[in-house]
């Protein structure tokens, strides 16, 4: 089995054990709180945040020095940093963003894709055709924020796409 399918075993079981319950030995009691993006313009990130996702801003400030401006946006109980930093700049992407290390994308789930798909095709955000992953059991979908950040729609449902 190649590494990557090993390391997706992996990974899977892992988030099982967690999900159900299961204590896993020495584990860190972690839970997610938010994430944080550098953008060029952060009045047009806001706006596409708002206007795409639904995300309400929390608190927004900017600072002097170091030149920041930031803004708290949060979907439910989940928060996104949009950060403006003077001298930030975008690495080249590659054709395929997850051939960059580092972060490749976040992901928000849902219990129907094509309805968010079709949602935000409505909304002007332009997202990848949903598909489906048999290997995986789950549909999903790409959309690029303001900045051409990867965000993954992403539903599971092992009985439905067996």
């Not at 930031?70 to 996104?80: C, D, N, Q, V």
Request: charged letters at 25%; hydrophobic letters at 40%.
């Amino acid at each position: 089995m190649p590494a990557y399918k090993v390391i997706a075993v992996l990974a899977v079981f892992t988030g099982l054990r967690v999900l159900s319950g299961e204590p896993m030995p020495d584990s860190l009691d972690l839970t997610p709180h938010h994430i944080t993006v550098s953008v060029a313009d952060l009045d047009r990130a806001v706006k596409w945040y708002q206007e795409k996702l639904g995300l309400t801003v929390v608190l927004r400030k900017t600072q002097e020095n170091p030149s920041l401006s930031i803004a708290w946006m949060k979907m439910g109980g989940f928060r996104i940093d949009l950060i403006q930093y003077k001298g930030s700049f975008k690495p080249k992407v590659p054709s395929d963003h997850l051939l960059m290390q580092g972060w490749g994308h976040i992901v928000f789930s849902t219990a129907d894709v094509d309805h968010e798909y079709q949602l935000l095709k409505a909304r002007g955000a332009n997202p990848s055709g949903p598909k489906t992953s048999k290997e995986f059991h789950n549909r999903t979908f790409y959309v690029q924020d303001s900045d051409g950040n990867y965000i993954e729609i992403y539903q599971e449902d092992p009985a439905k796409f067996k």
